[in-house]
């Protein structure tokens, strides 16, 4: 009897980490100038791009200031929260899962 050899193929499929948007939430208490700040110190983002952003969460209830993988993510509300309350501001900061 003839011996038949027969390969296994295996197909990985890569999962990639699940991404998450660091939303700022507007308020009727902290400064436009704080917001641009903080967009500019904690989350990189440049000056314009920053004011834009506080624009829209001026006008629309809230805005993306990044995006990142959930740690990261979880690190910047974390540290945008600890630097409002340290500053007096009740500005409000959550993730939202991308899809």
């Known amino acids: 009897m003839a011996k038949s050899k027969s ?3 295996e197909k990985t499929q890569v999962k990639f980490p699940d ?8 308020d009727d208490h902290t ?3 704080f917001v641009v700040q903080l967009l500019v110190e904690l989350f990189d983002r440049h000056l314009k791009e920053a004011k834009d952003i506080m ?3 001026h006008h629309e209830g809230k805005g993306v200031a990044g995006e990142y993988n959930f ?3 979880e ?4 540290e945008g929260s600890t630097i409002a309350r340290h500053n007096g501001w ?4 959550t993730l939202e899962k991308m899809v």
């Open 7 to 9: 390969k296994t193929i």
């Open 90 to 93: 009740p500005l409000k900061l």
């Open 55 to 57: 624009l829209t969460v």
């Open 31 to 33: 400064p436009m100038d």
């Open 19 to 26: 991404r998450f948007k660091v939303m700022v939430w507007n």
């Open 75 to 78: 690190q910047k509300v974390h």
């Open 71 to 73: 740690e990261i993510a």
